[in-house]
């Protein structure tokens, strides 16, 4: 079974610049995480959908970062513009309900994005 | 709001000796916990999870982890460390009822010299 996939896997932009992130689950996981890692430190969340709907979106910085979940499936998270303290990791991570182990995260690779 | 802590930012062992990592957890109730390991380069692989029953749990790689409700404590051991185990570790909570949110701590930094 395919695990999480994440694409680019690194990125380097310019500051202003505009910059997007894929990520497709696991089949048939209804959940998806994005979170931000910062260096020496843990992921920290900024959106989770259940299915297309986006249910905590809480910890994203609105001004400048948009996601979006159509079908359901795989998912597109957006930076624009970026800026220095963009600088991070990008993670993606599924979970299902379906499975009974809905607390149960797995994560993808990850897309290291450097802003200069 | 709950939290979790992982005292040790950076441990270095001898290949072949015992490890254990240390995570604490500020939670009213049972949470789930959860270790996972991070590669250089690489996401977050998911090494053992507790979320009832036997405190002692087993994962993957060898290791495995106690959940001791006294101290508020999971912590990660391992009897004879590989030089393939360095990496980053962390610790995660997720607060029941909050529907899977993944609190994580800042992660333990394992060297493993030959």
């Known amino acids: 079974e395919a695990g999480v996939v994440q694409s680019p896997r690194y990125k380097i932009i310019e500051k202003k610049q505009p910059v997007a992130f894929w990520c497709n689950p696991i089949?048939?996981?209804?959940?998806l995480y994005w979170y931000l890692q910062n260096l020496g430190q843990g992921p920290e969340l900024l959106i989770r959908y259940e299915n297309e709907e986006a249910v905590d979106d809480s910890q994203l910085p609105k001004d400048r970062f948009s996601a979006e979940r159509l079908k359901g499936v795989d998912s597109t998270l957006k930076i624009q513009p970026a800026e220095l303290g963009d600088s991070a990791v990008y993670l993606c991570?599924?979970?299902?309900?379906?499975?009974?182990?809905?607390?149960?995260?797995?994560f993808g690779p990850g897309t290291r994005l450097t802003v200069l | 709001a709950q939290s979790v802590t992982q005292p040790d930012i950076h441990i270095t062992v001898s290949e072949g000796a015992s490890l254990e990592l240390r995570c604490n957890y500020s939670?009213?109730?049972?949470?789930?916990l959860f270790w996972y390991v991070q590669s250089p380069g690489q996401g977050l692989q998911l090494l053992l999870k507790y979320f009832s029953g036997d405190t002692l749990v087993q994962g993957i790689k060898g290791f495995e982890a106690e959940f001791k409700r006294s101290q508020s404590s999971f912590n990660l051991r391992k009897p004879s460390v590989h030089w393939s185990d360095a990496a980053e570790y962390f610790c995660a909570v997720v607060h029941t009822g909050t529907a899977s949110k993944l609190t994580f701590g800042t992660g333990t930094r394992l060297q493993v010299t030959l």
């Open positions: 089949s048939g996981h209804n959940t």
């Open positions: 991570a599924s979970s299902s309900f379906l499975a009974g182990d809905a607390d149960t995260q797995y």
């Open positions: 939670y009213g109730a049972t949470p789930y």
